[in-house]
């Protein structure tokens, strides 16, 4: 049993992609505290984890993290198989489509901005088009359209600039780690 | 020694949490091609706002007298329509792409202070006289619309 578990097949990539997808779990609950005035507008603070993921591990470990994050997420909602799961998957996957497309521009003029913001319009727009096929088979939901897009665009512009800071800010684990286990050092020399 | 430690563990956060000001915002975390990005999906949502939510200038009157389509008159041409009810004449006047119930026999003149129509779905219903008028729009007729 112990030996099965550590096999050398789960490599530091599969923690650090298991522990992204907790937080991104963990950010979608925190976010479904607040209630929203359209269903569908929310912020999608998760896609800040999976933006993140896909810049410093790359597009694999981006789409496992979504996957990830999609099916656990519902499992922790209790809404596994359920039309709401349908409707994150179906966002998630158009995002990650998206994320594919855009990840092929050239990386020195389009940055994480350029990527939420796509990827959170074609997020509304994989779970617009589950609706109207699926759940809402009426031309009113096109009323919704706007409204959804406007919102679309302001969380991806802001999960963009979080994404981006995140992303600029100076990795500070190492050096404060050495640091702290150098303060004994130095105070015994000074 | 000890200050400095404070002042490593205080300085990064807090004047990381400070700088952030629009212009550090915008110099630091955009780069060209994000606003290029950002004026095309502004102006790509701007045009979806503009064609969803058009509640056009309608083109069409439909007039209906006892619940039967007596006349469709065009919004663009000015002319004056009198349809007969129960109590007596209704007169409709259509001018300058808007249309209105002159006059109306009906007791409480509802349609009448109803005034001018343009948009698509508004409606002046004269009751008593069972007389009412509608704006559409000739390319897709629309009974109602809820949401």
New interface residues.
């Given amino acids: 049993m112990r030996a099965a578990v550590s096999t050398p097949s789960i490599t530091s990539t599969d923690h650090r992609i298991a522990w992204m997808a907790a937080l991104a779990v963990a950010l979608s609950m925190a976010e479904s505290v607040f209630p929203s005035p359209i269903p569908g507008v929310k912020p999608g603070l998760a896609n800040i984890i999976v933006l993140l993921v896909l810049h410093q591990d790359g597009l694999r470990a981006a789409v496992w993290v979504s996957g990830l994050r999609v099916i656990a997420g519902s499992l922790f909602f209790g809404s596994f198989l359920t039309p709401t799961f349908f409707l994150s998957l179906s966002g998630a996957s158009c995002s990650l489509l998206m994320l594919t497309l855009t990840w092929r521009l050239p990386r020195p003029w389009f940055g994480p901005i350029t990527h939420s913001l796509l990827s959170s319009l074609a997020h509304v727009a994989g779970q617009l088009f589950v609706v109207y096929l699926w759940l809402i088979p009426h031309r009113g939901i096109m009323y919704l359209v706007p409204i959804l897009a406007v919102a679309a665009v302001v969380f991806g512009l802001v999960n963009g600039l979080i994404a981006a800071r995140l992303l600029q800010a100076p990795s500070p684990a190492p050096a404060s780690r050495a640091e702290l286990a150098g303060i004994p050092a130095t105070s015994r020399t000074g | 020694?000890?200050k400095r430690?404070e002042e490593?563990?205080i300085n990064?956060v807090c004047s990381?949490t400070l700088q952030f000001p629009l212009a550090i915002?915008v110099q630091?975390?955009?780069?060209?091609?994000?606003w290029l990005?950002?004026a095309l999906?502004?102006c790509s949502?701007g045009w979806?706002?503009a064609t969803?939510?058009r509640h056009g200038a309608g083109d069409l009157v439909i007039v209906r007298s006892k619940g039967q389509v007596v006349s469709e008159l065009s919004l663009q041409r000015n002319r004056t329509l009198s349809v007969t009810g129960p109590l007596g004449a209704t007169v409709i006047e259509v001018k300058d792409q808007r249309v209105r119930i002159v006059s109306d026999p009906s007791p409480r003149q509802i349609c009448v202070h109803h005034g001018w129509l343009k948009h698509v779905g508004e409606m002046a219903l004269c009751l008593p006289n069972q007389v009412s008028v509608e704006v559409a729009d000739a390319r897709g007729r629309v009974d109602s619309?809820?949401?």
């Fill in positions: 020694m000890a430690y490593t563990l990064p990381s915002v630091r975390f955009f780069k060209p091609g994000d990005t950002l999906v502004c949502v979806l706002c969803l939510w619309v809820n949401y």
